[in-house]
């Protein structure tokens, strides 16, 4: 027999599941359970990259203060093989800051997920999702105890897959895993370094590595420093390389004052925007946010913030649905809608753009002629990392201009 009973099930505690929850209980929802199957803090392999638009969405939520002891980004910096090279200081940006944080995973998705259960939901870390099943108008959901595998099932009104790139909840709902051609691969592995770095962001398209693909190095500006490498699954087997060797010639080129520690190198898969499953599923009253939805920006491999925007923008409308049936299948329908309205084209504008960059040589082009003009870079940037809200597409012309023109 089910134990328990709640309105909400969110599968994964990650920042989609945790923003979800939290936006639930913010409008004053009640009966929600948060569900993941590692307990917090825990690691997720990642750069640690805080996108901007995570700002606003955290005031939203009224978590500000979590970004309080951080260091802001204080200089981005891209690179390509052929010398190019565009920064960005936050000492020449006029308006509002495209720059974010570096912050370790462990310290955010647990800061999300307390801010979740001092909200009032129920605490169900340490609990795997093992399956589930839409009976009657309600799901019942199996659990195992992740290190006992003592089993347990609840039943909930509405099911939310929030569980990452490999989605048990997305394949339930009849969803395939994404084309390899949208999935990118990646490893990254953490070091220290004394003196320290300021809060910075590199990335580095380099000759020794795949290309197309990044390497980076991201400075949290408090000792600690992300390097990885990424890159779409066709490239790297074309490559025939082993993820674990790029990364390393990547390591050889960085400066030797970084020590790493080996135990934190891990490999993971990216499932790309480009190919996104539906959204909401309003007759089994279900739906998919973050990673499991497929939420990463092509060009960058930013996921942080659009998962987040989906848990924030799911949870909201749920919350202030009436609890019917059809006004849920509504509210998961409205999703759907302002989510791919907001987002679709700009996920598009980057999956092009990442295209257009692919020629190292273009690419050299466009990072000297943003370097030219700080203005247009910091646009540039937004456009990548933010959402567009603020500066529309018109950087993306400009910079073209400038590249074929200059
Ligand atoms: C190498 C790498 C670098 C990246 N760098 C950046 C970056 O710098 N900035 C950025 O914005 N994005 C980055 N991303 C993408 C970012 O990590 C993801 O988009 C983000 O974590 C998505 O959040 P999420 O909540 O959807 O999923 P996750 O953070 O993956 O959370 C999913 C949760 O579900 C849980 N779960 C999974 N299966 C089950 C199950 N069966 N039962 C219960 N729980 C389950 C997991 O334990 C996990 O806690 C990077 C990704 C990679 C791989």
Redesign the pocket.
Known sequence: MPDAHYDYAI?????????CANALLLEGASGVAL????R?P?D????????PG?IAILDALKLGHMLDRHRRVSQMVMTSPFGGRMALNDNEIKGESPLGY?IR?TEF?HALVIAALERGCTDMTG????GAKHVDGQWRID?AESDSGELRSITADVLIG????????RRLLGQPFNHEKHV?V???ILARTEPEFPARQELNVEKELPIPGYA?N?ATGAGLV?V?F?CDTPTYKASGRHLREILKTYQDQLPDTLVYDDATRH????PLASQMPPLAYPKVSAAL?????S???PL?????????EA?LLLGRGLARAANTREERAAALQHYERVFRRTFTGHFRGNFYLRKLIEKPALFDRMLRAGAKNPDLCCDCIEYMMGNERGVGKKPLYRLALQTFFS
């Not at 609990?127 to 093992?130: D, N, R, V």
């Not at 929030?162 to 909840?169: F, L, N, Q």
């Not at 946010?289 to 939805?293: E, N, T, V």
Request: glycine fraction near 18%.
């Open positions: 599968i994964g505690a990650g920042p989609a599941g945790s923003a569900i993941d199957r590692a917090f825990r997720k392999i990642c750069g640690d990259g805080i996108g995570v570096v995973r998705d609990w795997s999702f093992e659990l929030a569980d990452g790139a490999t989605s048990r909840v990118s990646s490893m990254r980076w991201f992300n990885g990424v490999s993971q898969i990216l946010i973050g990673d499991a939805a939420m990463i920006n960058t491999g930013e996921g942080i913030f659009y998962g987040m848990g």
